[in-house]
């Protein structure tokens, strides 16, 4: 989008809009255009300007120097005049007080250019005379406090997953964690909405997957556990940045705010935080400078760049932008550790790791946690508590004594087992959290105690029979039937992957066997309803990959026309 220069515009004005001008800059006609062109007028003008008006034009700027005209006159306005006029800022000097885009509009600070429905720009000739912006926040005066009581977010973090492994955290049926794993917490402090948030992103991110009506820990929360505390918590960020719920969806019912919560999230972490203090600042006062310097900060631009107007915004601000910007730093950012609160909720700053998030600080100092120690009698001495991952595997394979010391049992051993982990899984752990290799007379001893331990497994297959031992030598070794792996079970069985089902039955078929595939079929649907559907499907006006996929599985499990052996 092409700019016009200084010297452009001005020539463009018309007689009354050029005296209009004039008169801003106490100046004449004639000698507009040198005035103009000269840094001390406009530093001049911007320190004259009201605060309103100064923080619209630091906006502006911010913005890369232009700005939807609808956000410039909600935030800025109204304009009491026809840009399509020949002298627009003539007819603003009939009032006598401006709003601060009339302000800018008659000083030359702004100009319209017609592009997606109009922007206030400033002109690149002006740009370069002006002084740098003020910054988004100030702080007018250091507060010595201290902080607020902060949460222990890795322990919270460990007693959770430990939790979880025991099946102890129950999930209610609107996918929210019941109110019983909030007593089950030890810690204090802990709020049944940090707990909702922590499941939930921990959910998105992986480290966490619903199995039935219960929370379980899946491998990366075990990985998760591993890092520092610094890399542990900026892959909660981000698991937090990708999750497809809102934060209105795990509090009480309520009618939420008409703003893209997901898309704010980024702008907190990636806009905001940078010009958060670093030194103790009312929470209030902040968000009243935002809202004055940032009044669209929550409303990012839409992807087709064309800004809209809510109705009513921003004489709304406080119920809306003012409450979700609240609550984000009150909520997630500090629960990340990035913010943190103090006088009980009224001054806030950002943290270290908060200014490395932002890329402002180097990497916070990282102190690797102590391994753990294997005593002669089979107890392990945890004598760091910071070393999370290596308390949750001893949850996992070893009974806690007190706070520092578990004991490795039989029982214990043989319970490990049981739950799937095999003996190779269980020294290896061992050898993860000392470590150093585990001594061969403790791992006789483990082998001893495991050996007593017969593990059952249970798969699906499917079982091809016949009541004659030749035909299932032949489907063995007739090349068109093109067998994959398979189990035999005796002369007259032998067991396929359901998975490979469906292909074998096909080409047995197309060899010429008869097929009795009645057991084999789903019990769900009966082939009269399967055509059914597939009619259905068939109409449906979509484009879905999903659609042709259910299709392409209806039409393998159906019967084949003619086909009285199933």
């Known amino acids: 989008m092409h700019i016009a220069s200084l010297s452009y515009a001005l020539e463009s004005l018309s007689l ?84 601060p885009l009339e302000t800018l509009v008659m000083a030359g600070l702004v100009w319209p250019v017609a592009h997606d429905g109009g922007y206030w720009a400033v002109l690149p000739d002006i740009e370069a005379l002006l002084v740098p912006p003020l910054p988004v926040l100030t702080v007018p005066e250091s507060v010595a406090l201290d902080g607020d009581a902060i949460l222990p977010r890795d322990e919270i973090l ?16 609107h996918g929210k964690v019941s109110q019983v794993v909030l007593n089950r ?15 939930a992103t921990l959910l998105a991110g992986g480290a966490l997957k619903a199995q039935s009506n219960l929370v379980v820990p899946t491998q990366l929360l075990l990985e998760w556990l591993q890092h520092p505390p610094h890399i542990r918590q900026q892959e909660l960020a981000r698991a937090w940045l990708q999750a497809a719920w809102s934060e209105w969806e795990l509090g009480p019912k309520r ?50 760049g064309r800004w809209k107007l809510p109705a009513g915004w921003p004489a709304h601000w406080d119920d809306e932008d003012g409450q979700l910007m609240r609550y984000m730093l009150m909520g997630p950012l500090a629960w990340l550790g990035l913010v943190e609160w103090a006088g009980n909720g009224l001054y806030v700053r950002r943290t270290q790791l908060g200014a490395w998030h932002a890329g402002l600080a180097v990497v916070p100092p990282v102190v690797a946690p102590s391994a753990v120690v294997l005593e002669p009698d089979m107890c392990v001495v945890v004598p760091d508590a910071t070393n999370i991952y290596a308390r949750f595997q001893l949850h996992r394979i070893a009974d806690w004594q007190d706070a520092i010391t578990a004991q490795i049992s039989p029982a214990r051993v043989k319970r490990a087992l049981a739950q799937g982990m095999t003996l190779a899984e269980y020294i290896d752990v061992l050898a993860t ?40 030598h032949d489907i063995q070794h007739d090349r068109r039937i093109h067998l994959p792996a398979h189990e035999v079970l005796d002369a007259t069985r032998i067991v ?27 019990s769900q649907f009966d082939d009269a309803e399967l055509a059914i559907i597939d009619a259905a499907l068939q109409h449906l006006a979509t484009q879905n990959d999903a659609v042709r996929s259910i299709r392409r599985r209806i039409a393998q499990m159906r019967t084949p026309p003619g086909d009285t052996h199933g």
């Open 433 to 472: 959290i000392t470590a150093q290799p585990i001594p061969a007379e403790m791992q006789a001893m483990l082998r001893l105690w495991g050996a007593e331990v017969a593990q059952i497994s249970v798969s699906n297959v499917v079982m091809l029979s016949s009541s004659d031992a030749a035909v299932i």
């Open 158 to 173: 460990l007693q959770l997953a430990c939790l979880a492994f025991d099946g102890r955290v129950p999930l209610q049926h």
């Open 496 to 522: 396929v992957a359901p998975s490979d089902a469906i292909g074998v039955v096909r080409r047995l078929r197309h060899a010429g066997y008869l097929i009795d595939t009645q057991q084999l079929r789903p």
């Open 185 to 199: 917490i030890s810690t204090d402090g802990v709020t049944a909405p940090y707990l909702q948030w922590l499941v």
């Open 255 to 304: 009618r939420p705010p008409p703003l893209d919560v997901r898309l704010v999230r980024r702008t907190m972490l990636q806009a905001v935080l940078p010009h958060l203090p670093d030194t103790w600042c009312a929470g209030d006062d902040i968000i009243a400078q935002l809202r004055m310097s940032w009044p669209d900060v929550m409303r990012p631009m839409p992807a087709d």
């Open 16 to 99: 009354s809009d050029r005296a209009t001008m004039a008169a801003v800059h106490g100046c004449g006609e004639l000698q507009l255009m040198a005035v103009l062109h000269k840094p001390a007028t406009w530093q001049q003008l911007c320190l004259r300007l009201a605060p309103a008006a100064r923080a619209l034009l630091d906006r502006i700027r911010r913005a890369g120097g232009q700005l939807p005209m609808l956000l410039c006159e909600a935030v800025g306005g109204p304009l009491r005049t026809n840009l399509t006029t020949l002298s627009p800022r003539t007819l603003l000097a009939i009032y006598p007080h401006h709003s």
